[in-house]
Structures are given as structure tokens and as C-alpha cells.
T-cell receptor, first 114, second 112 residues
Framework: AQSVTQLGSHVSVSEGALVLLRCNYS??????LFWYVQYPNQGLQLLLK??????LVKGINGFEAEFKKSETSFHLTKPSAHMSDAAEYFC????????????FGRGTSLIVHP | DGGITQSPKYLFRKEGQNVTLSCEQN?????MYWYRQDPGQGLRLIYY???????QKGDIAEGYSVSREKKESFPLTVTSAQKNPTAFYLC???????????FGPGTRLLVL
């Protein structure tokens, strides 16, 4: 079964600092990978996704993620944090076969300090 | 505008009562999903449906039921058998199973 691990339930950065949110997946075959963002008391919205094309994926709001097969990772980064980036971020992995139903990580809460 | 809606935003359940959460989409998506969100536990899949008149149990289906009689609608019933129903419930849809999911705004269920 597919699984996804997000290291760190909370990440705290200063405004203007680099944002790095970690995601590792378990899969013998490269899957589809997603990053979603959730603002308080709202649903999730897609930030970006990897579908076996380019390994560096650019998303909305200046975020990007790099697929590294050797490390089974798909970490999310943003060069300069903004106060409006404070939210919960979820990594999800879609298996390459079976039902194709994605599995979500437990989420990382990004805190941005002024 | 196309989108996915959930109602109500807040729902209160009395002990022993069944309650139904509504989820509607006008995106013409085949697949629909229900998730439960608890603090620190991420999203856990309750049920999913890949096509009308068909649905499958997810990881935590006990105490819940669904129906998929129309492509646009995927209501979730929280039965009295669900002993700890307090949570934030999210509905999502995708063009087909496994593609990008579009989420509704959620329903927060509280127990009186």
C-alpha cells in the first residue's frame, strides 16, 4: 500500500525566509504526487502536482516541488515566505494501479512570523 | 461558476440521531469522495464513488453510509453507530479517480 510521510507537524519561518516542507512517499513505481493547501476552516486547493513529466514542478503562489526518485521525496519549497502563506499543507500520493485513490499525509502547519 | 458545495456549514447531532451531510458538484466529475479531518490526523477516507450507482468503503467507513444516485450528488449519513462523530468533513470530486481533487468548503459536525 502507498504511504506518505510529512516530516514535522509544524514548521515556523520568518517572513522573507525560505520555506521547506518535507514529503516522502513509499512506492516501487513512481506515482502521481500532489501538494494541497488548506486555509483555516476551508477546503483544500491544489498547489501543484507531479505526473512523471518534469521533475521540478512549479505551482501557484510561488511554490515549487522537486521529485527525487532516489530519495522517494517530493519536498515543497518557496524562496521567500509571505504572511499569507500561513496555512496547513498536505502531500498526497496516488498509486500507479488499483483504485488510484490518493493517500494523504498528516499535514504540516506553516507558521510565518513577521 | 463550476464548483463543489457542501451544506450545512455547521451541524449539530444529538445522541442516537442520524444526520446527513450534503455534497453537490457541477463540474461533471465522475469521482467523488468523503474525508474526515481531525486535528493532527490529516485526511482519512470514509467512502468514495468512481461512478454513479457505485461506491466503495474507505479506511474508516464504519458508522457512515452514502448513496450516489446522481452524478452531481454524494450525500453522507453519519449514523448513530458512529460513536465519535465530532470532526470536520470534507467532500471532494475529480474528473476520474486519482486525478486532481476539488474540495468543498467542509461541514463541521458537533455533538450536543
Amino acid at each position: 500500500a502507498q504511504s506518505v510521510t510529512q516530516l514535522g507537524s509544524h514548521v515556523s519561518v520568518s517572513e522573507g525566509a525560505l520555506v521547506l516542507l518535507r514529503c516522502n512517499y513509499s512506492s516501487s513505481v513512481p506515482p502521481y504526487l500532489f501538494w494541497y493547501v488548506q486555509y483555516p476552516n476551508q477546503g483544500l486547493q491544489l498547489l501543484l502536482k507531479y505526473t512523471s513529466a518534469a521533475t521540478l514542478v512549479k505551482g501557484i503562489n510561488g511554490f515549487e516541488a522537486e521529485f527525487k526518485k532516489s530519495e522517494t521525496s517530493f519536498h515543497l519549497t518557496k524562496p521567500s515566505a509571505h504572511m499569507s502563506d500561513a496555512a496547513e499543507y498536505f502531500c498526497a500520493v496516488r498509486p500507479s494501479g488499483g483504485s488510484y485513490i490518493p493517500t494523504f499525509g498528516r499535514g504540516t502547519s506553516l507558521i510565518v512570523h513577521p | 461558476d463550476g464548483g463543489i458545495t457542501q451544506s450545512p456549514k455547521y451541524l449539530f447531532r444529538k445522541e442516537g440521531q442520524n444526520v446527513t451531510l450534503s455534497c453537490e458538484q457541477n463540474l461533471n466529475h465522475d469521482a467523488m469522495y468523503w474525508y474526515r479531518q481531525d486535528p493532527g490526523q490529516g485526511l482519512r477516507l470514509i467512502y468514495y464513488s468512481q461512478i454513479v450507482n457505485d461506491f466503495q468503503k474507505g479506511d474508516i467507513a464504519e458508522g457512515y453510509s452514502v448513496s450516489r444516485e446522481k452524478k452531481e450528488s454524494f450525500p453522507l449519513t453519519v449514523t448513530s453507530a458512529q460513536k465519535n462523530p465530532t470532526a470536520f468533513y470534507l467532500c471532494a470530486s475529480s474528473f476520474v479517480a486519482g486525478e486532481t481533487q476539488y474540495f468543498g468548503p467542509g461541514t463541521r459536525l458537533l455533538v450536543l
